[in-house]
């Protein structure tokens, strides 16, 4: 079947309303039962049972450039890109998924069951919940939820979907983490670091294989707990109790935690660690509770790299970089752990004691790449 007339006359409407979507840097591509064209500034789609629809914007950017556009697991749009003030969205093939946009919170993934109830029961985007703060993501053993401007949405298979509201700041992708399959949470942390931020696979899975070797991706892991206790651990005293996360943060002696590292990557130089705390996540500080934001955690870390890292994110940024030397790198130039010390000074990457340390941490990188 021949969309190429269906995707000119999208062209032209769009034309007709004041949107360019831009010349055409590609021919009409057919995938499964419909077809897609590539512009400058936008996608046009069509098939025969999701219509015909545009999508652009920063929608279109993780769409097409980050989840494989009408190929991806969204499959293709269902609506043309919406607008919400103060965002837009777009629905998807894939049952209750949006792509959601706020100048503020970026672009996330709403998907399935809370998707449905989202767009049904609560308005979507533009209804009192707002725009989603964070992706869709696994909580539990079996659970998946949901943050918004309003609160949360939980799914359960057994209970289905519950409306969580509470007054105050909400939290970005908090969860029951430690209670999450060790898959589904180096899932979760590649899907952010590919899909928003841009980072090639390869690169990606070299930052959360460290992340696994550092804290099993658990946010709010204190360095010497055990991941089903991550916030129990020795104090000053040599006492080993649960620590509130004001106790984590502020780490005043006797009460706080007698090891510093902390989160994700177990930031634990002072000033490191205090920007884990002071760091501003889609317009909010959220000091203690960043131990539970594996969102806001992240974002920290490409920050990190961004500004303070160029030679790390320079190596895993490029789509050339294989996974083992994505995984040395991190290793080595940010996580710096004591094994590859010698005094104050980095051991040489030939070193033997180097060298065990890439073998221990390459198949944790492969297992991120593989999960992915």
């Known amino acids: 079947m021949d969309f190429t007339h269906d995707i000119d006359q999208k ?32 996608v046009i789609t069509a098939h025969p049972v999701a219509g015909v629809h545009e999508v652009h914007g920063p929608i279109m950017e993780r769409y097409v450039t980050r989840m494989g556009g009408p190929a991806g697991r969204l499959g293709y749009p269902t609506s043309d890109v919406t ?17 959601a946009w706020h100048p503020v919170y970026g672009v996330h993934v709403v998907q ?39 609160g949360r949405l939980d799914w359960t298979p057994a209970g289905g979907v519950t409306q969580v509201s509470w007054p105050g700041a909400v939290i970005p992708a908090g969860g029951d983490w430690p209670g999450t399959s060790m898959d589904d949470r ?27 070797a550092e804290s099993a991706i658990i946010p709010n892991r204190l360095q010497g707990s055990l991941p089903s206790t991550p916030m129990r651990a020795k104090d000053f005293a040599g006492v ?15 009460h706080g935690p007698a090891a510093p590292g902390v989160g994700l990557a177990q930031w634990t130089s002072a000033a490191r660690r205090s920007g884990l705390f002071t760091h501003a996540y ?3 500080t959220l000091r ?33 970089t294989t996974v083992d030397a994505a995984s040395d790198e991190v290793v080595y130039d940010f996580e710096v752990p004591g094994a590859i010390l010698s005094g104050a000074s980095k051991r040489p990457r030939t070193d033997p004691q180097v060298q065990a340390v890439f073998q221990a941490r390459r198949p944790h990188s492969r297992h991120a790449r593989a999960s992915y």
């Open 11 to 42: 062209v032209a409407q769009m034309l007709a309303s004041g949107t360019d979507p831009g010349p055409a840097v590609g021919a009409v591509t057919v995938e499964g039962a419909g077809a897609y064209r590539l512009h400058q500034n936008a």
């Open 83 to 99: 607008a919400a003030a103060p965002g837009a969205f777009s629905r998807f093939e894939l049952p209750g998924s949006y792509l």
């Open 112 to 150: 399935g069951p809370i998707g449905d109830h989202y767009a049904l029961v609560l308005g979507g985007p533009a209804g009192p919940w707002g725009c989603p703060l964070s992706d869709e993501h696994p909580t539990g053993s079996a659970g998946r939820s949901c943050s918004f401007a309003a």
């Open 186 to 212: 180096m899932r979760y942390a590649m899907t952010q670091l590919v899909e928003r931020y841009g980072f090639p696979a390869n690169g990606a899975a070299g930052v959360v294989g460290n992340l696994w």
């Open 240 to 254: 080993v109790r649960t620590f509130t996360a004001a106790e984590v943060m502020n780490r005043a002696n006797p």
């Open 282 to 284: 889609i317009g909010t």
């Open 288 to 320: 203690e509770n960043v131990l539970f934001s594996m969102d806001a955690e992240i974002d920290y870390l490409v920050t990190e790299l961004r500004h303070n890292y160029p030679k790390v994110r320079t190596v895993v940024t490029d789509p050339s």
